[in-house]
């Protein structure tokens, strides 16, 4: 059996002095999409930090294709994310921002950046400074830098945030897309109908405790 691209194994996480995830486990294996369903403060976020290594729990383990992302205090290999509200330097353009983006780990170049845009179609404004942009459209740039260096591992929290009709359409393609391609992808939204539509598997978040819900079929 293949083994899952994603496991994190009874994570626990306590910040000043209240539970925020409570023994949290989950398997996810490449090529599939999970989706997490839950009110906020549920915790769903405070997942995908962990997941990213962007906080560390006090009890479980994560494992991203093996590397042990808690017990090693590391970020995990080969992922992308869009964890809560994207933030970028508004004074300067969308390709300068992905631009500094990816000289932190040096994978790619102009042409995968250019790429990145074109896919969420921001090609066209790939040089405009971002305080010109609707939130709409920071979102889409959002999206760019979270797949721009092609991540076996992705987590999109409520990437459908602020989009318009155009935008849904684009994230569920590229969604699909790169579930073909075999790219595990772990995602959280607010419309119960984006969870049901591009999901394998359904779980949800309630006061840190997670729980499955039901098989989608993608």
Do not use: W
């Not at 992922?79 to 300067?92: D, Q, R, V, W, Y």
């Not at 260096?149 to 569920?172: A, R, V, Y």
Request: proline fraction near 4%; hydrophobic fraction near 45%.
């Amino acid at each position: 059996m293949t083994k899952p691209f994603l496991k994190v194994d009874r994570v626990s996480l306590t910040l000043k002095n209240a539970p925020i995830l409570k023994e949290v486990s989950l398997e996810a294996y490449p090529g599939e999409v999970i989706g997490i369903i839950g009110r906020n403060g549920s915790g769903k976020s405070m997942l995908f930090k962990c997941i990213a290594g962007l906080v560390l729990p006090q009890h479980g383990e994560i494992l991203v294709d093996s590397a042990a992302v808690v017990r090693e205090r590391r970020f995990p290999p080969n992922f992308g994310a869009l964890i809560e509200k994207p933030g970028f330097i508004n004074s300067i353009s969308a390709y300068d921002n992905l631009k500094i983006l990816a000289s932190i780990q040096r994978k790619i170049g102009d042409s995968e950046i250019m790429e990145s845009l074109r896919i969420v179609g921001l090609e066209h404004v790939a040089r405009k400074r971002v305080y010109k942009f609707s939130t709409g459209m920071k979102q889409r740039l959002g999206i760019a830098q979270a797949v721009m260096e092609k991540p076996k591992l992705l987590l999109l929290d409520e990437p459908s945030s602020g989009l318009d009709e155009g935008g849904f359409t684009m994230l569920h393609s590229l969604v699909k897309q790169l579930k073909a391609q075999g790219v595990t992808i772990i995602l959280t939204s607010h419309i119960r109908e984006d969870i049901i539509a591009l999901s394998d598997r359904i779980f949800k978040m309630d006061g840190g405790v997670m729980s499955a819900l039901e098989a989608c079929g993608g």
